[in-house]
């Protein structure tokens, strides 16, 4: 993994470890870090941080309530979107 500042969404937690994953130069990459080591609010899946990775760790983590919220909230407006049943053709 390169060293620099990304996007990264928090995958899961299991047992104490995050798995974070992000994208780098058109690659998507996992790290794993200690669950500890995010904010108490980015402890749960599919939050948005915003990361910088030196010598392949975790050097600094900022967690993007605002881009959370967004992503969660079109995540259920493209759901809403698909559960809606078809019309049918006499409707």
């Known amino acids: 993994m390169l060293d620099g500042t ?3 969404v928090v995958d899961r937690i299991e047992e104490g470890t995050a798995t974070l ?3 780098a130069e058109g690659d998507l990459y996992a790290l794993e870090v200690e669950a500890s080591e995010l904010p108490p609010e980015a402890r749960t899946p599919d939050a948005v941080l915003e990361i910088t990775v030196a010598d392949a ?3 600094d983590v900022t967690y993007e309530a605002a881009e959370t919220t967004d992503r969660a909230s079109e995540a259920q407006r ?3 979107r698909l559960s809606k049943r078809p019309p049918r053709d006499e409707e």
Request: overall charge negative; charged content about 35%; proline content about 0%.
């Open 57 to 59: 760790a975790l050097a």
């Open 21 to 23: 994953e992000l994208e």
């Open 6 to 8: 990304y996007t990264a």
């Open 78 to 80: 493209r759901f809403d």
